[in-house]
C-alpha cells in the first residue's frame, strides 16, 4: 500500500503543507485506491466491478433456484 501511494500520487509532488498532504492521501484513498483501483485478490477486477459481478451472479442463482 505504502509503495503504491508513494509511486501514484507522493513521487515528484511538492506539498505546501503536512495538511495538504494528509488531504490528498485521504482523496487518493477513498475515490481511487479503495474503488477504482484493480485488486489481485478479486480477480483483477476494480472493487465497484466486482461487486457488479457479484450481485448479477447472486441475481441469475436467486433467479434459476
Not at 495538511?19 to 478479486?42: A, C, D, G, P, W
Not at 477486477?45 to 441475481?59: A, D, G, Q, T
Request: hydrophobic share 30%; proline share 2%; with cysteine.
Amino acid at each position: 500500500f505504502y509503495r503504491t501511494i508513494k509511486r501514484e500520487l507522493v513521487q515528484d509532488t511538492q506539498f505546501e503543507s503536512t495538511e495538504q498532504v494528509r488531504i490528498e492521501i485521504f482523496k487518493y484513498n477513498q475515490t481511487y485506491y479503495n474503488s477504482k483501483r484493480i485488486h489481485s485478490s478479486l480477480g483483477h477486477l476494480s472493487p465497484i466491478r466486482f461487486e457488479n459481478y457479484i450481485y448479477k451472479v447472486c441475481l441469475i442463482l436467486c433467479l434459476f433456484s
